[in-house]
């Protein structure tokens, strides 16, 4: 019986990978930056919690960020989650404000063990969102002839679309009853869409111009965890967790069309492309979690990407370093109490970071983000129902975003290995 249901699991996180990566998960014109939004993989308890993970070892939650926390699941236990959001941004520049909505489904896991020892995890998650589309009109004097000046105005527009998936395997494996490791392998997939065009008005004396690049990801990549956890005085838990991703090349592909003042086509056959060199970083993240007679968790995360290391179209001076902090925080009043209230989680968190990107040759101010969050159990299974809400802040005061993100998901924990009596 479960094998039937693993089957159709399985063939759905395939069935939906299309139309995730179809979907839009922004409109920011930041996003015209780098690979554009990339995300942490964090579920919808996590991002309650400031998006914290690394530390995090839960058996009724399936934590990608770390592939060493599968082996915590339940022998017998079989869990499925899907995520999904919705976001509203605001943004305010010199020329005014504009707010803009959308929204997503964002990923699909499961998780289930495959011996007493060892947890298995498969699913389909974001890496990074590109969405744009904006444009700005100006003018500029040169000299004409008989000594007379000319203005001349002229649009910009910028347009982009696209993103990366990640389909996943991971494997964790319990060591000495203290000791977890895990792996994730990543097949990652998707197009990245950027076009931009300067149009000239009212005047044949200059030629308009349109660039059009694509970039594509056809590859794998891995990332490596650790956790280290006891049990102190039966009621004091904590784990210590670590991750490490290397870096690595972007295969795929890439091709860029320009017409109007040269026509030139560079695309990924071309001899050249190597010159065309792009890569994803390495990263580092450590994390700490407390956990207080299975009532109170504190959790708290570190990390940073080495993008200035990473080529981007061939150079490495292009992208700025990543770290991220994060806090977080979950309460159950009554882990073992009978009524309905006793079993509702309440999350909050904060995180700071930077952004991976420069604008115009200049880093960016400190993204932050708060958010609260409540996981509520149905009375008729094991299933959890989680929202969180976020609020932050991205970019300068040329351009500042902020944006409401709420997030939906529903983590189905049943028991499906074990065979049944007649």
Known sequence: MYKNKLFILVFSIFSIVQFSIAQNNTNSPYTRFG??????????????????????????SINTMNPASYS??????FMFD???SGMMSTFKDASGTVSKPNANLEYLTMQFPLSKHLGFSLGALPYSFVGYNFYNTDSTIVPGNNSRNDTVHYTKNF???????QVYMGLSANLFNHVSLGVNAYYMFGTINNF?????QNTSSYTSTTVATTIKADNFRFRFGAQF????????????GFIYEPKIKLNGGFSQLTTGVMNDTIDASHPNYTNYGFELPSMLGIGFNYCYDNKLSIGIDYSIQQWKDAQFYSKTDSLGNRSKLSVGVEYLTNPKGRKYSDKVRYRA??????????VNGQSLPKNYGVSLGIGLPLKTSNTMINAAIEYGKIGSSA???NYFKLTFNATFNEHWFFKRKL
């Open 196 to 200: 931009r065009s300067l149009i000239f």
């Open 349 to 358: 968190g904060f995180n700071i970071s930077d952004s991976y990107f420069n």
């Open 229 to 240: 956890y006891n049990t102190f005085a039966k009621k004091h838990d904590v784990t210590l």
């Open 35 to 60: 690979y554009g939004d990339i995300t942490d993989s964090n579920n919808g308890e996590q991002r309650a919690m400031g998006g914290i993970g690394i530390g995090l070892r839960n058996s009724s």
């Open 82 to 84: 899907l995520g999904a």
């Open 72 to 77: 915590v699941v339940d022998s017998l236990t």
């Open 399 to 401: 351009l500042n975003e």
């Open 159 to 165: 347009i982009g679309n696209g993103g990366f998936t």
